[in-house]
């Protein structure tokens, strides 16, 4: 059966059309995205605006994705002229350099000296990500703060990001996706943060995309089927991971005739009243392991040459 994704709600659509409409008024753009899955967690359209506008990639989650495949990420987002910096946005160690990072995007410290090169690690020319875009000049920038459209998908990490850069816990947060509801300006000592709910796209999201999403919790979880998640999810964890799978569930996932998940959930002792195996919150219990990391620092999807 393949997997299918929908979730396209009212606050979305709406959210959507309102961050359209303030793209002309902020200096850069910070994409959050999250690190064990840099593909599936980038939205397609979202920051695509018409005019050049300084953008920088935030990656969040890195304390539980592979380190090794997180840098080769960084080094493929950089030779593409995107300045990428990855952290566990609940810590603080990140936010100087994406602070100085959103600075030069929107050319508040210019683009050809300083880290904007050092990011460019190939060497290969400047690009329209670190170059000044036309609109406001430094001077007038610094007067007013730089203006930063923080955009990505539902509960990848944006308001915690934003809390970061603001030195504080000014945007709501939460473990589950469509927390901040509204879109909001929070200023922060140099810089003016616009947050806004997650946003996904209105058609469905099918197959590999949509499995990855959901295990990550970047959709609610009563958009899928956590059974025939989980039960996929199981499949690749098996087939790409096995040391993992065998370290959390034990040998052999797949005994003839049982189910993934059935064997997880005999494995688990997880039992209904009458002795059947609970596949539910075996199926939870699966979910719930990869998003906090139970498994080891897993990264899902690897840059072209992989990490
Ligand atoms: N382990 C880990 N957890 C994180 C990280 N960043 C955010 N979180 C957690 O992820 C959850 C979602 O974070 P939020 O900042 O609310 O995400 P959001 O993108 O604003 O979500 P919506 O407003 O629902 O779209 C929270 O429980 C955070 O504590 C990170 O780098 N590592
Ligand atoms: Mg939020």
Same mark, same amino acid.
């Given at each position: 059966?393949?997997?299918? %994704?929908?979730?396209?709600?009212?606050?979305? +659509?709406? *959210?959507?059309?309102?961050? #359209?409409?303030?793209? #002309?008024?902020?200096? *850069?753009?910070?994409?959050?995205?999250?690190?064990?899955?840099?593909?599936?967690?980038?939205?397609?359209?979202?920051?695509?605006?018409?005019?050049? !506008?300084?953008?920088?990639?935030?990656?969040?989650?890195?304390? !539980?994705?592979?380190?090794?495949?997180?840098?080769?990420?960084?080094?493929?987002?950089?030779?593409?002229?995107?300045?990428?910096?990855?952290? @566990?946005?609940?810590?603080?160690?990140?936010?100087?350099?994406?602070?100085?990072?959103?600075?030069?995007?929107?050319?508040?410290?210019?683009?050809?000296?300083?880290?904007?090169?050092?990011?460019?690690?190939?060497?290969?020319?400047? @690009?329209?990500?670190?170059?000044?875009?036309?609109?406001?000049?430094?001077?007038? !920038?610094?007067?007013?703060?730089?203006?930063?459209?923080?955009?990505?998908?539902?509960?990848?990490? #944006?308001?915690? *990001?934003?809390?970061?850069?603001?030195?504080?816990?000014?945007?709501?947060?939460?473990?589950?996706?469509?927390?901040?509801?509204?879109?909001?300006?929070?200023?922060?000592?140099?810089?003016?943060?616009?947050?806004?709910?997650?946003?996904?796209?209105?058609?469905?999201?099918?197959?590999?995309?949509?499995?990855?999403?959901?295990?990550?919790? %970047?959709?609610?979880?009563?958009?899928?089927?956590? !059974?025939?998640?989980?039960?996929?999810?199981?499949?690749?964890?098996? @087939?790409?991971?096995?040391?993992?799978?065998? +370290?959390?569930?034990?040998?052999?996932?797949?005994?003839?005739?049982?189910?993934?998940?059935?064997?997880? *959930?005999?494995?688990?002792?997880?039992?209904?009243?009458?002795?059947?195996?609970?596949?539910?919150?075996?199926?939870?219990?699966?979910?719930?392991?990869?998003?906090?990391?139970?498994?080891?620092?897993?990264?899902?999807?690897?840059?072209?040459?992989?990490?």
């Amino acid at each position: 059966m393949e997997l299918q %994704l929908h979730w396209y709600p009212g606050h979305m +659509a709406k *959210a959507s059309r309102e961050l #359209k409409a303030r793209l #002309k008024l902020v200096d *850069a753009v910070l994409e959050v995205v999250d690190a064990r899955l840099p593909v599936s967690s980038r939205h397609p359209s979202l920051v695509q605006t018409g005019r050049p !506008l300084g953008r920088v990639l935030l990656l969040g989650r890195a304390d !539980l994705a592979d380190p090794r495949a997180t840098d080769a990420w960084l080094r493929y987002f950089r030779a593409q002229g995107l300045p990428a910096v990855a952290a @566990d946005l609940r810590q603080t160690t990140w936010v100087t350099r994406a602070r100085r990072l959103l600075q030069q995007a929107a050319g508040v410290a210019g683009g050809s000296s300083s880290e904007a090169t050092e990011e460019r690690s190939t060497g290969k020319p400047a @690009d329209a990500a670190v170059r000044r875009p036309p609109g406001p000049t430094p001077a007038k !920038l610094g007067r007013r703060g730089v203006r930063v459209m923080v955009v990505g998908l539902p509960n990848v990490g #944006k308001s915690t *990001a934003i809390n970061g850069l603001a030195g504080r816990a000014k945007a709501g947060t939460g473990a589950k996706a469509g927390v901040t509801r509204r879109v909001q300006w929070l200023a922060a000592g140099g810089l003016e943060l616009l947050d806004s709910p997650g946003l996904l796209w209105p058609e469905a999201t099918r197959g590999q995309k949509a499995l990855h999403l959901a295990v990550a919790g %970047l959709v609610p979880d009563d958009a899928f089927d956590p !059974l025939a998640v989980a039960e996929a999810f199981l499949a690749d964890l098996a @087939d790409r991971f096995p040391a993992q799978a065998r +370290a959390r569930y034990g040998e052999d996932l797949a005994p003839a005739g049982a189910s993934l998940l059935e064997t997880v *959930a005999r494995r688990l002792g997880l039992w209904l009243p009458g002795g059947r195996p609970d596949l539910g919150r075996a199926a939870t219990m699966v979910l719930h392991d990869f998003r906090h990391g139970r498994l080891g620092r897993l990264t899902l999807e690897l840059p072209p040459g992989g990490a």
